[in-house]
């Protein structure tokens, strides 16, 4: 995938570039689509975000991350109960610009987008 990058990069005449790399599940007619998700409100935010999701998907204590755009960890949560179903994040002292949440529990990873107001 990198060199795939790097060669679109270099016939577009890109000389530099900010770049974030992250983990990526590819699915294929092979593998099941996880059909979990989690739900973030509100979003564009300011104050605070409330983080549920549906206990169902999850089998070990839940991680949240809440990222800036260059992925920098700027809050961090680990460790809650995943019967819990739900976190909220306070944001008060964050400056506007889109960040990501990644949820994460066991080898189960989500990642969402979030505007902070």
């Given at each position: 995938v990198q060199a795939?990058?790097?060669t679109l990069?270099?016939?577009a005449q890109i000389r530099t570039a900010a770049t974030w790399?992250?983990?990526t599940d590819?699915?294929?007619s092979t593998t099941e689509v996880d059909q979990c998700q989690f739900d973030l409100s509100p979003n564009p935010a300011s104050g605070f975000i409330n983080i549920k999701w549906d206990n169902n998907c999850l089998f070990k204590d839940v991680n949240i991350k809440l990222m800036d755009i260059n992925g920098?960890?700027?809050r961090k949560t680990e460790n809650i109960n995943q019967s819990v179903q739900s976190h909220q994040m306070e944001i008060n002292n964050l400056e506007?610009?889109?960040y990501f949440i990644q949820?994460?529990?066991g080898?189960?990873?989500w990642t969402e987008k979030v505007v902070v107001n």
């Open positions: 795939t990058v790097a990069a270099e016939e790399w992250t983990d590819f699915t294929t920098r960890i700027v506007k610009g889109i949820l994460k529990s080898n189960r990873k």
